[in-house]
């Protein structure tokens, strides 16, 4: 979704912790993961994202709220504004949404998935900015552009490992329920 905004954007970040909750990035690695997305998708306008981490209760109450699905899940996307946007004036920042992982499921996922608990956490940020930017994976054909989009990113970002394209099937309708 690129704009026509000026070529090196600054973005803001906003990171939170629920108590108990903690990451395995430091706040310079999620920044850099979250640049890294956004310059690679052509996002020239500035947008403020937060990124929250929580337990499962917290994550699971949102499940329910804004996708009725009443369990736990890695990550939820919350858009905002899309940097793309024609009632955004030139120059405007967008606010992009907020991404929430819960980082005692991600941790677990990863083992499930042969991950790094580092590595599971930058591609579930990495899928929840995707969300924030349009892509979606409710059919085939979506799922597919957004898993080849993922892996393409991850491959640019300096991960512990490779991330196949076996690791990026998770995130289909379906196969974490």
């Known amino acids: 979704m690129p704009s ?7 973005h803001e970040y906003d990171i939170s912790f629920e108590e ?5 990035l430091t706040d310079e690695q ?3 993961c979250c640049d890294h997305v956004l310059a690679e998708e052509g996002v020239a306008r500035p947008c403020m994202v937060s990124i929250s981490f929580v337990g499962e209760p917290r994550i699971r109450e949102l499940n329910a709220e804004w996708r009725g699905v009443d369990r736990a ?15 955004l004036a030139p120059g405007e920042p967008c606010e992009l949404g907020d991404v929430v ?38 059919d085939e054909a979506e799922a597919e552009a957004m898993e080849a989009r993922e892996e393409a990113l991850l ?14 099937t998770r995130h289909r309708e379906g196969v974490d329920e």
């Open 101 to 138: 992982l819960a980082p005692s499921y991600i941790e677990r996922q990863a083992a499930a998935f042969g991950t790094t608990f580092a590595d599971e956490c930058r591609l579930l940020l990495t899928h929840g900015l995707m969300h924030l930017l349009g892509y979606d994976h409710l």
């Open 20 to 24: 108990g909750a903690s990451s395995p």
């Open 30 to 32: 999620v920044f850099a």
């Open 4 to 10: 026509t905004e000026s070529a090196t954007p600054t």
């Open 73 to 87: 899940t890695d990550v939820i996307s919350l858009e905002c504004e899309r940097p793309d946007d024609p009632a």
């Open 155 to 168: 491959a640019g970002m300096g991960c512990d490992a490779p991330i196949d394209r076996v690791v990026l």
